[in-house]
């Protein structure tokens, strides 16, 4: 079984950065893109960055130009880089593999909790 690992949030003011990793076990990473996921209270996951096998990645209009997604295959592990961050970018961010259609393919980790606030 996949396993997803989630790391890396905690409480920031806006215009502050933080950097989430999400650790993945059995080594599938390099097999599949990889995407990183928000949820609020109440509302549905949104997928807010994904990197491919060949790390081209895209982005929700969002976080363009903000937020940088990478991936390491050596250590199986998937970054988001997160610059200027706003207050509606609080969220639990998640990771998963992502298919043709944005969905995801394993269950979900435990995800990390994002706060923005002054």
């Known amino acids: 079984q996949v396993q997803l690992v989630e790391s890396g949030g905690g409480l920031v003011q806006p215009g502050e950065s933080l950097r989430l990793s999400c650790a993945v076990s059995?080594?599938?990473?390099?097999?599949?893109?990889m995407g990183w996921y928000r949820q609020t209270p109440g509302k549905q996951r949104e997928l807010v960055a994904s990197?491919?096998?060949?790390?081209?990645?895209n982005y929700a209009d969002s976080v363009k130009g903000r937020f940088t997604v990478s991936r390491d295959s050596a250590s199986d592990t998937v970054y988001l880089q997160m610059n200027s961050l706003k207050p509606e970018d609080t969220a639990v961010y998640y990771c998963?593999?992502?298919?043709?259609?944005?969905?995801?393919?394993?269950?979900w980790g435990q995800g990390t909790q994002v706060t923005v606030s002054s």
């Open positions: 998963n593999g992502v298919d043709a259609d944005g969905l995801s393919m394993f269950v």
């Open positions: 059995g080594g599938f990473t390099v097999l599949y893109s």
């Open positions: 990197i491919s096998k060949t790390h081209a990645t």
